[in-house]
């Protein structure tokens, strides 16, 4: 399965509806735990909210642009070639500081049934 990022319309990200995210794979694209593949830009100032996914982990890769990752009780400045491990439940949100779009993916990945 091919999927070209310039043929993938935006959609909005679901718990920040301002915010637009065009999806390469979701959970019913694979017979894995990958539950999503996002890429996303975020224009300069903006940022998606605090908020957990409790069944899920998620990894994100930055691209480029520059911005501030909140990941639990501490915050982090983030760029190109950075990646973040986000465990299931951990309350998490980022922000644009910089000037230029801050452009990442984001994986997301099922957790296994206990």
């Not at 915050?75 to 439940?89: E, H, N, Q, R």
Request: some cysteine.
């Amino acid at each position: 399965m091919k999927v070209q990022l310039a043929e993938t319309l935006p959609v909005p990200v679901t718990h920040d509806p301002q915010l637009l995210k065009r999806v390469l794979l979701k959970d019913a694209d694979t017979r894995s735990n990958l539950k999503m593949l996002n890429h996303t830009a975020m224009e300069p100032g903006q940022s998606f909210r605090l908020h957990s996914h409790p069944t899920m982990e998620e990894v994100f890769y930055f691209l480029s642009g520059e911005g501030v990752f909140t990941l639990g009780e501490e915050a982090t400045t983030v760029s190109a070639g950075d990646c973040l491990y986000i465990p299931a439940s951990t309350v998490h949100a980022c922000t644009n500081i910089g000037s230029e779009p801050l452009v990442f993916l984001a994986f997301g990945i099922a957790l296994e049934p206990e």
